[in-house]
């Protein structure tokens, strides 16, 4: 029996020894526990795991040894040992588990444990088995981070994209592909991919293009698939699908990326459809267009227009510069052009020479750009023939050089018009004055007299108006503003316009304002404008009418009213009334015409002077006229009237010569100086004019312009340099009255420059200033 135990218990060590030697040389850690869970045995693995060796480890309790926590809440778990030991069955370690070694390392582990039965089948123990889990952790978490990766690029990508496997069915689908095509992540995922939808992805294209992919396990590029989708309509899809193997030997996938390429499409359509009319535009374009090279600066295309202008076909101009078809003469001058296209990106020459293939001569607007297409620097030249339109433009010159010419002469003439009109009217103006001093008229003489005084009255203000018609056509009219009053200026206006007033038996009821309204205006022309006012509503009226002239102020305006019951204006007159040349009246008997000046001088000087005029009229009804000033403030002191009073004779005598080529003109204006006390001495000519100054050596010389030897103005220069001729007083009495006569006047040496018929009244105060004091005064027209 010794021997038989003996053998059984050798046996069984030799057993143990095996399975011993068996445990230690495996990879996974080994720990064996007895019935009450201390441990029995651990292999080098586990010791290494543990940290604990086997002297150490052997009976201690196994939850000591083999420490465990769940990795995520560190709590203690139950090690799986415990648990075969108590129910008797192989136990599983749970998820996430970590392994407290001896020297307080972590790591994950993965195992399990089964109970370890006698021969009698009954649970004398436990064994563990588990392993180092952190590699295979780690590889799985590569895994997960390249899957992660992935799904952030199909997930970020802004095209539709599908993984299909190999039954085509829909495994994942990125964000892209549900907005595009309005579909929800339950509806597509796991369905096949014909199915999605109402079955629009049914269609044949797709279907060729899964099948060539699936039989030849290769990628198709750049499938062109059309259909007509419910939700967004026709559209045209680019589809690449490529077969990818899964690892493990899994089934394949399919990765479908689907380009939308519509709007592509419509826009490669439309640069089709853009170049064609671009090619029609450049072909059938009425300017020359040439395409140069920005490098070679050779032509690469032309139009037809300029192979028509130019004389050369298509293919004779491909190649050539611009200089070897005719333009800027020579390739300097030529290159020269493109430097400066270099350097401001745009060349443009109004009148450009240009001679064509048969040597004609042509004239053309150039204009040149430099622009990039297709990242290719290019020239465009555009050409248009202005030969003709060069021809219209020098006649159109020629004839406006011709209209200056006949508006200077028209200048002179009625300059020289008014001149002879004036020079008559000047000794009759004379006469007519001397009679008035005549004392013992009988009532025939005094009646003639008047209406001699009325006619060169009339006759004077149709030689001014001629003579404004170049001033309001050309600007030339200036005003010398002054501070005035407004009462003063329509006092002497319907003074002058009385006669023609009391001629047509009219009722003038005049209303100044009670108090003096100034103005910084030229009083000479406001009466100007209210005596053309004045004397149109006189003629416009028939006899007997009634006419209403109000002055007053209104805020910061003076405001002129002229109400007349006259013929009116008819609607279709009315707003052209202000125009120059415009009558109300052409009757053959011309009671009621003019020159039609009147009123568009009125609206000019009104202007001039900041203000405005209206009109309101109703045919048969009468008009009235108003005429808004700017008024200003009161002076700080008095000023003198716009006009002098009536100058009596002077009580010092002066010796005064008359100079006119005009004999009645200085015979009429001596006798009325001699009237008033003074010694008259006369001269008809230039020369003599001279000679008289420097012999009888005048205080004041009335002196005309237009002299046969010497002119006024050579007269005046000379008097100027005559030391004995020192502070006389020149007076030029003309019928020259513009502007320019009046500068010359007072470049000359004249102190006053004054228009036939002068008013003897200025004359009177001149020779009023000179008897009193022995200056000169300051150069003014009159007229």
């Not at 590569?142 to 990766?149: E, F, G, I, N, R």
Request: charged share 25%; hydrophobic share 40%; with cysteine.
């Amino acid at each position: 029996m010794i021997d038989r135990t003996q053998e059984i218990a050798e046996a069984l060590r030799e057993q143990w020894e095996w399975l011993r030697v068996t445990l230690s040389s495996i990879g996974d850690a080994v720990i064996t526990t007895d019935i009450s869970g201390n441990v029995t045995f651990l292999n080098p693995v586990a010791q290494s795991l543990t940290g604990w060796t086997q002297e150490d480890a052997v009976g201690k309790s196994l939850d000591i040894v083999f420490k465990i926590v769940n990795e995520e809440t560190r709590l203690p778990v139950e090690d799986p040992a415990a648990k075969a030991l108590r129910e008797g069955v192989v136990v599983d370690l749970a998820k996430h588990t970590l392994l407290l070694a001896k020297d307080g390392t972590e790591r994950p582990v993965e195992d399990s444990a089964a109970p370890i039965r006698n021969a009698k089948g009954n649970v004398a123990g436990a064994v563990l088995v588990f392993r180092d889990a952190t590699e295979r952790r780690r590889q799985e978490q590569h895994v997960q981070d390249a899957l992660t990766y992935a799904d952030n690029i199909i997930a970020t990508m802004r095209e539709p994209f599908l993984v299909l496997d190999e039954g085509l069915r829909v495994k994942t689908a990125n964000r892209s592909f549900y907005q595009t095509f309005h579909v929800s992540q339950e509806e597509t995922e796991g369905c096949l991919i014909y199915d999605l939808g109402a079955g629009q992805w049914n269609n044949p294209g797709l279907r060729t293009l899964l099948d060539e992919v699936l039989a030849g396990r290769h990628a198709v590029s750049d499938c062109h698939v059309e259909h007509d989708f419910p939700e967004i309509g026709k559209r045209i899809m680019l589809l690449n699908a490529r077969h990818f193997e899964s690892i493990k030997s899994q089934s394949g996938l399919i990765l479908l990326a689907i380009e939308d390429i519509t709007e592509r499409r419509k826009a490669e359509i439309a640069v089709q459809t853009s170049e064609v009319q671009y090619r029609r535009l450049f072909q059938n374009a009425q300017d020359g267009i040439l395409v140069l090279d920005a490098i070679t600066l050779e032509i690469v295309d032309a139009n037809r227009f300029i192979t028509e202008l130019l004389g050369y076909s298509r293919d004779e101009l491909l190649g050539k510069e611009l200089w070897e078809i005719g333009f800027f003469g020579d390739k300097q001058a030529s290159q020269a052009v493109y430097q400066e296209l270099q350097e401001r990106g745009y060349v443009r020459y109004e009148h450009l020479p240009l001679e064509t293939k048969n040597g004609e001569s042509a004239e053309v607007e150039f204009i040149s750009n430099l622009y990039l297409v297709d990242d290719r620097a290019v020239v465009q030249c555009n050409i248009r023939d202005i030969s003709e339109r060069s021809r219209m433009e020098r006649k159109l010159q020629e004839q406006a050089e011709a209209l200056a010419d006949l508006q200077r002469r028209k200048d002179e003439f009625l300059a020289m018009l008014s001149h002879e009109l004036r020079n008559p009217l000047a000794p009759i103006s004379n006469a007519v004055h001397l009679l008035c001093l005549q004392q013992d008229e009988d009532p025939i003489q005094q009646q003639a007299r008047a209406i001699i005084e009325r006619q060169v009255s009339q006759l004077t203000r149709l030689v001014d108006d001629l003579m404004d018609v170049s001033r309001i056509t050309t600007g030339r009219i200036l005003l010398r503003n002054e501070r005035i009053t407004m009462n003063d200026v329509v006092e002497h206006a319907v003074e002058t316009t009385r006669p023609l007033v009391d001629q047509r038996k009219h009722e003038l009821n005049v209303s100044l304002s009670p108090l003096p309204i100034w103005l910084d205006a030229d009083a000479a022309r406001l009466e100007q404008v209210i005596v053309n006012l004045l004397t149109n509503a006189a003629k416009y009226t028939d006899e007997g009418g009634h006419i209403w002239l109000t002055v007053l102020r209104e805020g910061d305006e003076c405001v002129i009213r002229l109400r007349d019951t006259g013929v009116g204006i008819t609607p279709e007159l009315l707003p052209r009334v202000f125009d120059l040349f415009t009558q109300a009246e052409r009757s053959l008997d011309r009671s009621r015409g003019g020159l039609g000046i009147g009123l568009a001088l009125v609206q000019r000087l009104v202007e001039m002077h900041g203000g405005r005029v209206d009109v309101h009229s109703v045919l048969t009804q009468g008009s009235e006229f108003v005429v808004r000033l700017p008024a200003v403030p009161s002076p700080t002191s008095p000023l003198s009237s716009i006009r002098p009073e009536t100058v009596k004779p002077a009580a010092g005598i002066l010796r005064v010569l008359v100079v006119d080529d005009n004999v009645d003109a200085a015979e009429s204006l001596a006798l009325l100086v001699k009237l008033l006390g003074h010694n008259v001495r006369m001269a008809h000519d230039g020369p003599a004019a001279l000679q008289a100054a420097i012999d009888y050596l005048p205080n004041v010389v009335l002196l005309d312009i237009g002299l046969p030897g010497l002119t006024g103005y050579e007269v005046a220069s000379e008097i100027r340099q005559q030391t004995v001729l020192h502070g006389v007083v020149l007076a030029a009495v003309t019928g020259y009255g513009q502007e320019s006569d009046r500068l010359l006047a007072m470049a000359a040496g004249f102190n006053h420059h004054l228009v036939k018929p002068v008013d003897f009244e200025t004359v009177q105060q001149i020779l009023a200033t000179a008897s009193g004091e022995d200056i000169i005064g300051t150069p003014q027209v009159v007229s």
